[in-house]
Every structure is written in structure tokens, then in C-alpha cells.
């Protein structure tokens, strides 16, 4: 049965290596390449979304041969919305760590 009240976010959407007809939702500019799950909790956190759940040995539908994970919110606004104040933080956060 269907969850109206949360929102699945996969790793696979801010996947910056993988084609839009692979599971990317964002612009290149707005992912990253292969997204961690931690780094997905860390930055869902910091954008003030709390995931409820998260499942790590999971395989995305469009790519059924690659382990991939995915996070639970509860659904307060769009998913697109969710997904650009997410990837802000993912990017801000990568560029951090490559100027170290």
C-alpha cells in the first residue's frame, strides 16, 4: 500500500556519473559523483529534512544490478524542493572536503 504521507529519496538522484534515463534527477551541476548513503543522512540533516528511514542494500529500479540506497522524509513540501535544498548541502559539503 501506498505511503502518501513520506517521500523515498534514492542515492541514485544525485548521481552525477549516471544519464537522466538512468535515475538522475538534477542538473550535473546540482550532484555529485557516487553519493554516499551517510553523506545523503548528513546532508538531509543539515537541510532540516529528518529521514525516518534508510535502507543500504537496496537496488534501484532503473539500475537492478548495482546496490544502491535510499532514504525515507516525511513529505512537508515537493519532492523537487526537497531534492534541490539536499543537493545544495551534498555539493557545498563536496566542495569543502576537495579544498582540504
Not at 15 to 42: A, H, M, Q, Y
Request: glycine share 4%; with cysteine; hydrophobic share 30%.
Amino acid at each position: 500500500m501506498k505511503d502518501y504521507e513520506h517521500v523515498v529519496i534514492w542515492l541514485d538522484y544525485f548521481n552525477k556519473t549516471l544519464p537522466r534515463n538512468k535515475g538522475r534527477r538534477l542538473s550535473k551541476e546540482k550532484c555529485v559523483f557516487d553519493p554516499s548513503l551517510k553523506e545523503l543522512i548528513d546532508a538531509s540533516n543539515s537541510a532540516g529534512l529528518q529521514p525516518k528511514e534508510t535502507e543500504e542494500q537496496v537496488r534501484y529500479p532503473k539500475r537492478p544490478y548495482v546496490r544502491s540506497g535510499y532514504i525515507v522524509l516525511p513529505k512537508t513540501e515537493k519532492k523537487t524542493t526537497m531534492l534541490e535544498k539536499i543537493s545544495q548541502k551534498l555539493v557545498s559539503k563536496r566542495a569543502k572536503q576537495s579544498k582540504q
